[in-house]
């Protein structure tokens, strides 16, 4: 592992385990070798040594190593490692280390899970949905199970509390994201519902265009294409509160955005011959239907209908979890070879 002292103590860093739950909100390594921020004795002291982080407890057994780094951005380090206390038990307990003091306050809204290394050229980018936490494979609108038949090279983003980090956080995630797409891939896929369906459109365009050597290809459900106020305004007022979502409602934490143009549509304006969308939604549902007319006239999109008329959280999961939406996953990752726009 490539990793400084200098690296660990100016930083400060949390730990999860790897359902992306939060153990330990804050630790600092002291240079002196104490560990401070847990509430367990079992984080009292450190050391690297042999490429491996040790932490010790304060009677000086090692309780987790830690001997893989991921350096995501010039200052964003994730390390994996494993409890080693008691290791003769039959179940291994896996954790993450991640820096959090440099890039503002985005681990305070989301998490990440990094499995990379297959070496398959092909990486999974898989976003959940609003205020639903990673929760294993039991999530419905999550779609790991979907993803772990794929069989490749996984970036996993999940929130820890409902947030609008699909419009304040994008310079940060492809920061991220493009440090774990420089790793020699051919071919991106991403995919997510509701939030992560619209952040999967949005930074599907955005990295394609920093990447045209890279095919891309996205996969969102129920997603909005556009968080431009007239187009909030005008749905707020034209369509039944039944089907209104919590981010209409919400035009504080809209405003408070990096980038400057929220509308799909207009990316796709932009000729390009290296991303395809396949895009799923509730005809049935015209909030879901509105937001998929503006972008249904561009090459690159594909429209897949279901006219189920669903609010918008039981459309996601009903969609999420249908064959049709699992084989036309599963088709194009396993069997594209190129994409012609």
């Known amino acids: 592992m490539s990793f400084s002292i200098q690296n660990l103590i100016y930083n400060k860093w949390r730990m999860l385990d790897f359902s992306g739950?939060?153990?330990?909100?804050?630790?600092?390594?002291?240079?002196?070798?104490?560990?401070?921020?847990?509430?367990?004795?079992?984080e009292s002291y450190w050391k690297l040594s042999s490429n491996k982080l040790f932490i010790y407890s304060r009677n000086g057994k090692i309780t987790s190593e830690f001997d893989t780094v991921y350096q995501l951005s010039q200052d964003y380090f994730q390390l994996l490692g494993k409890f080693v206390l008691?290791?003769?038990?039959?179940?291994?307990?896996?954790?993450?280390?991640?820096?959090?003091?440099t890039i503002n306050d985005i681990y305070s809204e989301l998490a990440f899970d990094i499995s990379i290394g297959k070496n398959t050229k092909k990486l999974i980018i898989q976003f959940n949905s609003a205020g639903t936490p990673y929760l294993g494979d039991t999530h419905s609108r999550e779609f790991n199970s979907l993803v772990a038949l794929m069989g490749h090279d996984i970036v996993r983003i999940s929130q820890t509390k409902p947030a609008f980090w699909y419009t304040n956080k994008i310079n940060d995630l492809i920061k991220i994201l493009s440090a774990c797409i420089c790793l020699n891939y051919n071919k991106v896929f991403i995919l997510g519902s509701s939030a992560g369906g619209y952040a999967s459109l949005l930074l599907g365009e955005l990295l394609s265009s920093f990447y045209p050597q890279i095919v891309f290809k996205t996969f969102s459900i129920n997603a909005k294409t556009s968080f431009d106020k007239v187009h909030l305004d005008y749905v707020k007022k034209n369509f039944p509160p039944s089907f209104l979502s919590s981010e209409q409602m919400d035009e504080v934490r809209l405003s408070q955005r990096d980038i400057s143009d929220t509308n799909i549509a207009n990316y796709l304006k932009v000729k390009k011959d290296n991303i395809q969308h396949e895009v799923f939604y509730d005809i049935g549902n015209p909030i879901e239907n509105y937001y998929y007319g503006l972008i249904s006239n561009f090459k690159r999109v594909h429209l897949?209908?279901?006219?189920?008329?669903?609010?918008?959280?039981?459309?996601?999961?009903?969609?999420?979890?249908?064959?049709?939406?699992?084989?036309?996953?599963?088709?194009?990752?396993n069997l594209v070879e190129s994409i012609n726009c």
Not at 28 to 40: A, L, P
Not at 86 to 101: A, D, P, Q
């Open 21 to 42: 739950k939060v153990i330990i909100s804050e630790l600092v390594f002291k240079e002196n070798g104490q560990v401070i921020g847990s509430k367990h004795e079992n």
């Open 86 to 101: 008691g290791s003769n038990s039959e179940k291994t307990y896996y954790f993450i280390l991640e820096s959090i003091s």
């Open 304 to 333: 897949n209908a279901y006219n189920l008329g669903y609010n918008h959280g039981d459309g996601c999961v009903a969609i999420g979890d249908s064959d049709k939406f699992r084989n036309i996953v599963l088709n194009s990752v």
